[in-house]
């Protein structure tokens, strides 16, 4: 058997994902012999062509939901939900891509299984973005916290960025663009990172019970690295915020139903409302049609957090119903005034928001219906995964929401 040639993963993916295939194909093939065995190119070289070339044009393939034994996979088949509008970029590469994957398996660098390779984040001078660890009686997880350039040791709000199935800190951050935001407007931002050792596709346990109360689960590791932050950097007292994207929007609304104390506003995107789902089976039905209206009844808190939730009404993976749920369930607390309004991004993304108000006429609750959009981070950079890069930008519309919800 021939010696698999040594390759630079990380380069190759670099160049795939700026269109140089011929560049890529180079590296992908490694060092040439003095003397070439064939004169064309070979049965391996030209699967990793099509593989590549099929990466470079792939369309968005929307998360797939729990499957037995209670974890959300990544798509392993070809049956494979396309159909999502064309602006939707997703770096997901599907199991059976061939060529680029078979060279990925041969050469055991299972970080291509999942999502591309990324080269590190560039950062401002004087800004960091380290990661650290926290443990509790429920386990350990690591997170990122990026400490923008501007932090000088006073106090700053923080926001807590709970990301999707098959994503990293690195991944989420370079797709939301939060960072950038948090070096703009000056605030901290935290990336707790799911372990496969907890679910195989790195998705928080929404639809689990124990991972769905205070002080259980993955809840106490989140809070936990919430106040582990609080504690070691300077916060504003009242500003610390929770925001994710699908099984990350789903942990954020445990988040704010669980820790009313900690968090003072929730970001949801694409997610689920607390209680959804218990179990595998509930999942299923609360992504097809909403979770079962006894199950969220109760589940709320007493005070209304103020929540921003954000949807596609062309989501094929969660179904747009649960976006109304996340509201009326934080609006069962509240008496509130609402305001429908209509609008266009810049790019033409047409919208619907409404804002309830309370009686001082202070935003309490916010809701974007995207239409026309799928499952993914509106305005998000295609950089990362899961994104749709035409607006409304979902990051800088939940920094205000935040911000303005505690006095700018």
Known sequence: MNALPKVDMLE???LIR??????????????????????????????????????????????????????WTS?????????????????????????????????????????????????????QFEERAYANDAGSRTYKLYVPSGYDNRAVPLVVMLHGCTQSPDDFAL???????????????????????????????????GHQQRNQGEPSLIAG??????????VQSGRVFVAGLSAGGAAAAIMGASYPDLFAAVGVHSGLACGAAMNTPSAFAAM?????????????????????VFHGDRDMTVNAVNGDQVIAQSKAAADLRTTVSRGEAPDGSGYTRCVHTDESGRTILEQWVLHGAGHAWSGGSSAGSYTDPRGPNASREMVRFFLQSQGA
């Not at 407007?185 to 019970?209: D, G, I």
């Open 12 to 14: 190759a993916t670099r």
């Open 18 to 71: 700026e269109g140089r295939l011929d560049a890529a194909m180079a590296v992908l093939r490694g060092p040439r012999p003095s003397a070439p065995s064939s004169s064309g190119p070979s049965k391996f070289e030209a699967g990793a062509r099509a593989g590549a070339a099929k990466l470079m044009r792939q369309s968005t393939l929307d998360m797939v939901p729990p499957s037995a034994g209670g974890a």
């Open 75 to 127: 798509p392993q088949s070809d049956e494979l939900q396309f159909g999502v509008p064309s602006g939707v970029r997703q770096r997901q590469i599907p199991e059976k891509s061939s060529g680029f994957l078979d060279l990925a398996r041969q050469l055991g660098s299972p970080r291509v299984l999942h999502g591309l390779v990324r080269a590190p984040i560039p950062l401002p001078d004087g800004a």
């Open 175 to 209: 797709g939301t663009r939060m960072n950038e935001l948090a070096e703009e407007q000056t605030f901290l931002v935290a990336y707790p990172a799911q372990s496969r050792s907890a679910n195989v596709s790195k998705c928080w346990n929404w639809f689990n019970e």
């Open 225 to 234: 690295i919430t106040r582990e932050i609080i504690s070691n950097f300077a």
């Open 288 to 308: 097809r049609q909403g979770g079962a209206t006894d199950r969220l009844t109760g589940r709320g808190t007493k005070n209304t957090v103020p929540t921003i």
